[in-house]
């Protein structure tokens, strides 16, 4: 369980890993995003949603990364292969590698993911322990793009070009807009 204080808080890693799930449905690509859980924005739905995604451990592999964190983050063991997204510099600096891979999820199911203590409000000395992530779905690319941080939003491009990209017998035909 990692520890989340104010004082930390600037001298956590400045690059994260993460992993874009997708499905097709009904002839078009759905994300899996996820809500950020802990104390900051249980009430806001719009520009706060992400990839699971998280810090590297020291000497980590990017992609080992991923896979790690969005397994702890969703409790879902993601199945390559993976397609890479590149990376995204998010609005407070940090850099942010993705990959995409077709996967599903159960929604009947609760989603699973690891807890962070923090200290809420911040010097207050009252500690709790949050989940990372409080809700995870699929959404539509349309319905994703209203939701999800807006420096994420090339991820989504990427993987619509990605998928533009695999020759017709490869894939199942879909609506990537």
């Given amino acids: 369980m990692a520890v989340y204080t104010a004082q930390n808080r600037h001298r956590?890693?400045?690059v994260s890993a993460g992993l874009l799930m997708y499905r097709k449905r009904g002839g078009r690509v759905e994300v899996f995003i996820a809500h950020p859980g802990g104390p900051?924005?249980?009430n806001r739905d719009y520009d706060v949603w992400t990839i699971p995604k998280g810090e590297l451990e020291p000497?980590?592999?990017l992609l080992d990364a991923a896979i790690r964190e969005f397994e702890e983050e969703v409790g879902i063991k993601p199945q390559?292969?993976?397609?890479?997204?590149?990376?995204?510099?998010?609005?407070?600096?940090?850099?942010?590698?993705?990959?995409?891979?077709a996967g599903d999820y159960d929604d009947s199911q609760p989603l699973r993911s690891n807890h962070v203590q923090i200290e809420w409000p911040p010097g207050s000395g009252r500690w709790d322990a949050w989940p990372e992530i409080d809700r995870a779905s699929f959404?539509?690319?349309e319905a994703a793009r209203e939701r999800?941080?807006?420096?994420?939003?090339?991820l989504l491009e990427r993987l619509i070009a990605c998928l533009?990209?695999?020759p017709p017998g490869d894939t199942d035909s879909?609506?990537?807009?």
């Fill in 12 to 14: 956590r890693a400045r």
């Fill in 40 to 42: 900051w924005f249980p």
């Fill in 59 to 61: 000497g980590e592999d």
């Fill in 80 to 101: 390559g292969p993976y397609l890479e997204l590149g990376s995204i510099r998010q609005k407070g600096g940090k850099t942010v590698h993705a990959w995409a891979f």
């Fill in 139 to 141: 959404f539509t690319l």
């Fill in 148 to 154: 999800l941080k807006l420096s994420q939003h090339p």
């Fill in 164 to 166: 533009a990209s695999i």
């Fill in 174 to 177: 879909a609506d990537y807009s």
